[in-house]
């Protein structure tokens, strides 16, 4: 997916700058018909195509919303590219004001010194963010009264050749409309935010619009420039180089974003590591209190004289000392002597409970355990030990402390890193929040079988791409193994793609503008070769 808005944030590059090229080639044909007699007026709209082919140039440059942030540079360039281009549009309005419309002809002419003839200014842009979107009205308001202009001359003046300029003029206003939309509205509902945000489908209209505005331009420009051969050979130098220069950004923004992958998977599998050792050493600290409370002379006392009263009353206490989730006291036979988060519950079974009975074979366990509801399981970490007076085993202390979300939390705030714990395959605690901000998304089961069979069936951990709650994640599955080495669970440790891609982000900025800026310059070493070249055939 992510590769996708890559190749099609290039995509956009290309289509910008290709515009840009346009826009001066237009400039070119302008200042070729002006030479000829030299009226200020005529410099006009020279000036006007200049500042869109360096605007669209400019726009073309910046980073739409591949990381969740846009930088100030992205910022910077979309601002001034608006600006130039509300210039560069004026320049043109004002320049076919000033021109007197043609007169109806009586022969055929091949040609007029009119004949230049064309421009297109501002789109491309394409950035959904807020920043001063009155700039981002005038484009397409200008660009729509220059298309109207150009069709006045094709129509009423006559000049027939400027028609499909003015209506790639007027496909331009309506992809600065739709850019100004997106700039300019922020939707909160979920389906109309991924229609106006970037790469969604306003911004593919806008794209395509623009590429068919600017198709439109360049076939009407080139069929007069292409009649030389100077010209074609600028064209083709400059095409090649600029093929060449997308090439090389494309494998260089491909490798350099594999390489990010590889590097993060391969940090957030340590993250992983190191939280499955951390609940390892709850596992030990439930153990350590379980022992520690098994030791006690007043616990042992208390069982032999069967007082179930001081036992209640050793483990209530002990219960919000030790601020464990739960704390049971089990005779031999499995009976519950004294439950301390639920003193009155007591009397009940748990010679069945597979901790109880490993504990009573080995004398302590550390493990996990799942429990509450089918909808919203609780995943805990238990340590049980056995009360034993002279070797005598006279019950069982079960400790266990739940792995909720306030310990997803936790993980967070030193990692910076998304966490959930899963009981099966069904989400117990995460970090995600609700768009409410309170509820947590829990219950949700992982249904991604490539997932569950790696982590829950052959106890390995899983990396790969997921997509969570829309949004794309890095992600590694670990195993949660319970006292038999079974799988039981998973923790999922996951950070944002987009947060991720920032650094990608950044990069490609500076090498999108680089490219940009020496595809404008590269135009003068073209125009001097392919000049020395023409006037070998001279």
């Given amino acids: 997916m992510i590769e996708v808005q890559l190749i099609l944030q290039i995509a956009h590059f290309a289509i910008s700058l290709f515009g840009g090229l346009i826009f001066l080639a237009c400039a070119w044909l302008y200042f070729d018909s002006w030479s000829n007699n030299k009226s200020p007026k005529g410099l006009v709209p020279v000036i006007g195509f200049v500042a869109l082919g360096f605007a669209f140039a400019l726009s073309s440059a910046g980073v739409k919303?591949?990381?969740?942030?846009?930088?100030?540079?992205?910022?910077?360039?979309?601002?001034?590219?608006?600006?130039?281009?509300?210039?560069?549009?004026?320049?043109?309005?004002?320049?076919?004001?000033?021109?007197?419309?043609?007169?109806?002809?009586?022969?055929?002419?091949?040609?007029?010194?009119?004949?230049?003839?064309?421009?297109?200014a501002a789109s491309a842009g394409y950035f959904s963010i807020q920043i001063k979107p009155l700039l981002f009205f005038f484009p397409p308001l200008l660009s729509f009264i220059?298309?109207?202009?150009?069709?006045?001359?094709?129509?009423?003046g006559l000049e027939n050749h400027l028609k499909p300029v003015g209506f790639s003029f007027i496909l331009i206003a309506l992809s600065e409309t739709l850019n100004f939309v997106s700039?300019?509205?922020?939707?909160?509902?979920?389906?109309?935010?991924?229609?106006?945000?970037?790469?969604?489908?306003?911004?593919?209209?806008e794209n395509i619009i623009f590429l068919l505005a600017i198709i439109l331009l360049a076939k009407s420009v080139f069929g007069y420039l292409l009649k030389r051969v100077q010209t074609q050979l600028v064209i083709i130098i400059s095409s090649v180089s600029l093929v060449i220069f997308l090439f090389t950004t494309v494998v260089f923004s491909?490798?350099?974003?594999?390489?990010?992958?590889?590097?993060?998977?391969?940090?957030?599998?340590?993250?992983?590591?190191?939280?499955?050792?951390?609940?390892?050493?709850?596992?030990?600290?439930?153990?350590?209190?379980?022992?520690?409370?098994?030791?006690?002379?007043?616990?042992k006392k208390a069982i032999m004289d069967n007082d179930r009263k001081k036992i209640k009353d050793q483990i209530t206490s002990l219960i919000l000392s030790k601020k464990a989730s739960s704390l049971?006291?089990?005779?031999?036979?499995?009976?519950?002597?004294?439950?301390?988060?639920?003193?009155?519950?007591?009397?009940?079974?748990?010679?069945?409970?597979?901790?109880?009975?490993?504990?009573?074979?080995?004398?302590?366990?550390?493990?996990?355990?799942?429990?509450?509801?089918?909808?919203?399981?609780?995943?805990?970490?238990?340590?049980?030990?056995?009360?034993?007076?002279?070797?005598?085993?006279?019950?069982?202390?079960?400790?266990?402390?739940?792995?909720?979300?306030?310990?997803?939390?936790?993980?967070?705030?030193?990692?910076?890193?998304?966490?959930?714990?899963?009981?099966?395959?069904?989400?117990?605690?995460?970090?995600?929040?609700?768009?409410?901000?309170?509820?947590?998304?829990?219950?949700?089961?992982?249904?991604?079988?490539?997932?569950?069979?790696?982590?829950?069936?052959?106890?390995?951990?899983?990396?790969?791409?997921?997509?969570?709650?829309?949004?794309?994640?890095?992600?590694?599955?670990?195993?949660?193994?319970?006292?038999?080495?079974?799988?039981?669970?998973?923790i999922y440790v996951g950070r944002d793609y987009l947060d991720v891609l920032s650094v990608v982000s950044a990069s490609i900025e500076i090498t999108l503008l680089f490219i940009a800026i020496s595809m404008l310059l590269w135009l003068i070493p073209s125009f001097v070769i392919s000049r020395y070249i023409a006037n070998q055939f001279k």
């Fill in 183 to 205: 700039n300019t509205f922020t939707l909160k509902n979920i389906a109309s935010y991924n229609l106006l945000s970037g790469f969604g489908p306003l911004w593919m209209i």
């Fill in 254 to 299: 491909l490798i350099l974003l594999r390489n990010i992958q590889k590097d993060t998977y391969s940090q957030l599998k340590s993250d992983a590591g190191i939280l499955s050792y951390s609940l390892k050493n709850k596992q030990q600290e439930a153990l350590s209190d379980a022992k520690f409370i098994a030791g006690s002379q007043e616990l």
């Fill in 146 to 156: 220059t298309g109207i202009l150009y069709l006045r001359k094709g129509y009423l």
């Fill in 328 to 490: 049971l006291v089990v005779s031999g036979d499995g009976v519950v002597l004294a439950r301390g988060e639920e003193p009155d519950r007591t009397g009940d079974s748990l010679g069945s409970d597979a901790v109880f009975k490993r504990t009573l074979e080995k004398g302590e366990v550390a493990s996990f355990k799942t429990g509450g509801s089918s909808l919203i399981p609780v995943v805990s970490v238990v340590g049980a030990s056995v009360v034993s007076d002279n070797g005598k085993n006279l019950g069982v202390v079960m400790v266990s402390y739940d792995i909720d979300s306030a310990f997803a939390d936790g993980v967070k705030e030193s990692t910076n890193l998304d966490v959930s714990i899963y009981s099966g395959n069904i989400r117990s605690a995460t970090t995600f929040v609700s768009p409410d901000g309170k509820s947590r998304w829990v219950g949700i089961k992982e249904d991604n079988q490539k997932i569950t069979d790696a982590v829950l069936k052959e106890g390995q951990y899983f990396a790969g791409e997921v997509n969570i709650l829309n949004s794309f994640y890095l992600s590694v599955f670990a195993p949660v193994k319970d006292m038999d080495n079974n799988p039981t669970g998973m």
């Fill in 65 to 120: 919303n591949i990381s969740t942030s846009i930088s100030g540079y992205s910022n910077l360039l979309e601002s001034v590219s608006s600006f130039v281009k509300t210039f560069g549009f004026l320049m043109l309005s004002l320049g076919l004001l000033l021109e007197p419309l043609g007169k109806k002809p009586t022969y055929p002419s091949s040609a007029s010194s009119s004949n230049a003839a064309d421009a297109n």
